[in-house]
């Protein structure tokens, strides 16, 4: 479904999840380029966080993130009540917020290991 995974050529609103995220300290973002192989959704964000109430904190900042920059509320959010795994549907991206250990437990990046994938900095800017 996406043209490139260049870091250039990602959508402005997932560029704004990414950084908020990142103005709470999210760990290890990353975007998983699954539109060709899922067929529901272009992109997955990938973020965590070492205590469930930063993970429920980082959910908020990505939501507030995106309509900020001009996109709608999440369709769907779920796993707000135990915040071990937040996920936020925009559409066109899903952001799966994770604390720590349940990042670790449900590995979804190697599940998803064969999608292309871009690393994102603690500013929230794509690296690769």
């Avoid at 769907?76 to 899903?94: H, Y």
Wanted: aromatic share 8%; glycine share 8%; charged share 25%.
């Amino acid at each position: 479904m996406n043209d490139s995974t260049e870091p250039e050529a990602l959508p402005s609103l997932l560029l704004a999840a990414t950084r908020g995220a990142a103005e709470l300290q999210a760990t290890d973002v990353v975007a998983l380029d699954v539109g060709d192989v899922l067929g529901i959704t272009d992109w997955f964000i990938v973020a965590s966080a070492p205590n469930l109430r930063q993970v429920r904190r980082i959910a908020e900042e990505v939501e507030e993130a995106v309509k900020a920059a001009g996109g709608d509320g999440p369709r769907r959010i779920e796993g707000l009540e135990d915040a071990t795994w937040i996920l936020l549907d925009f559409g066109v991206f899903v952001v799966h917020v994770f604390y720590d250990e349940t990042r670790s437990f449900y590995d979804i990046e190697r599940l998803w290991s064969d999608v292309p994938r871009i690393r994102f900095n603690e500013d929230g800017i794509p690296t690769s």
